[in-house]
């Protein structure tokens, strides 16, 4: 899917991408995002903790959109976009839908990391790899987005090759 990415759309790439190297770094998977008003000025960013926190549910996107309800209007999350390394899981997506946090744009989509770890012999992740729009259908999403999928890819492979350890 080609789309047209504005300078605001890479700086916050850059960001989640920079984000899931450090959740990685921390020994948690590589995901990161970032939440952005309608003026491009990012509010707040969260990266992936579940084994820092012992908790399987703490997800970038889901901390993000626990934030917006607690800090924003319903207005304002309606014109917000998260940011995001890799494309939400179900529980995220369907957490965004019922906030009503307006756009969401992925470095790799669900079914690219998906096809990653089968292509490295890893199992399938423990919920469907279902798209964003299937979960919540009136979220905007624009995924993937390229480099920064490839530059995803590669954050991936490390840390499945951490798993093989």
Same mark, same amino acid.
């Given at each position: 899917m080609s789309t047209v990415i504005t300078d605001v759309d890479e700086s916050h790439l850059r960001r989640c991408v920079a984000l899931a190297i450090? $959740? *990685?770094e921390k020994g948690d998977d590589p995901f990161g995002s970032v939440l952005v008003d $309608?003026?491009?000025t990012m509010l707040a960013e969260a990266m992936?903790?579940?084994q820092s926190d012992a908790d399987p549910t703490a997800h970038?996107? *889901?901390t993000l959109v626990r934030w917006a309800i607690a800090h924003l209007t319903p207005e304002q999350r309606a014109t917000s976009t998260i940011y995001t390394s890799g494309e939400h899981c179900p529980m995220c997506a369907a957490a965004q839908g019922w906030a009503g946090v307006g756009r969401v744009v992925a470095a790799a989509s669900t079914r690219q990391l998906a096809?990653?770890?089968a292509s490295w012999g890893l199992p399938p992740g423990p919920?469907?790899?279902l798209p964003i729009t299937d979960v919540a259908?009136?979220?905007?999403?624009?995924?993937?987005v390229a480099p920064f999928d490839a530059e995803?890819?590669?954050v991936h492979r490390r840390a499945a090759a951490r798993q093989d350890r």
């Open positions: 450090q $959740a *990685l $309608a003026d491009g992936n903790r579940e970038p996107e *889901l096809e990653w770890r919920v469907a790899a259908p009136g979220v905007v999403v624009t995924v993937p995803m890819r590669e």
